[in-house]
Structures are given as C-alpha cells and as structure tokens.
C-alpha cells in the first residue's frame, strides 16, 4: 500500500480490481474489439465466431454471457425461426472501447518486445 492513500482504493471490490475482474479471460477484451472494430458494434453469434480464430463455439457463448451479465454488451433475440439472436455493445461496452483500444495499440507498437517474451506454460503461442 502506498503511504497516504485511502485504504478504500485498495480494497478487495475497489474499482481497479473490479475492471481487471472483467479482463480474467483473453476473449473479453478481443470480443469487445472484434465487435467495436470488425461488426460496427453489433453482430450474430455466428458472425462473431468466425471473426475470432482460435476461439471455442463454447468459449464464445460463455464470454457472450458474462459480458452480458456484466452490462457490457445486450443479447437481442429475434421472433424467427429459427431465432436469430445477436448482440451489440451498451453504453458502459462502448466506453471501454476507449480503454482496450489503447492496450492494443501498445500492443502493436510494441510487438516486437512482446515477441521476445517467452510463451507462459499455458499459452498457445509457440
């Protein structure tokens, strides 16, 4: 803890933490990112899926529903048949563009370092 700060800031349900919580899996932010940058901020499922190599049909749907239990993107079901359901960015899902954005363009401005890093254990990057 840094002298002098409000212990609140460091609290196990502070902001920060909270945010980073949304983060846990590498799909939040690229579902975000393909939906803001690739779809105009709306998409199907299917559409989504195929836009995002490497990702699951089940990986897909649970990072769908914890983004949407999180406010940060609206799951919109179509009366056809059969349903038609696809998903768009919220408000809150629209101004974390703002955030992720700038991650990826570190990301891309320093990809060469990154390249460097070795793999975690658990990383598909080879």
Partial sequence: MKPGSPDEQWLEDCAPRRVLELFATKWTSMILHALHVRHEGHARSGVLLRSLPGISQKMLTQTLRE??????????????????????????GQRMIEPIELVYEWARSNASALDELKPRRTSRRR
Wanted: proline share 12%; glycine share 0%; no cysteine.
């Fill in 67 to 92: 983004l949407e239990a999180s406010a940060l993107v609206h799951r919109h079901v179509h009366d056809t048949v059969p349903p038609e359901v696809d998903y768009s960015l919220t408000p809150l």
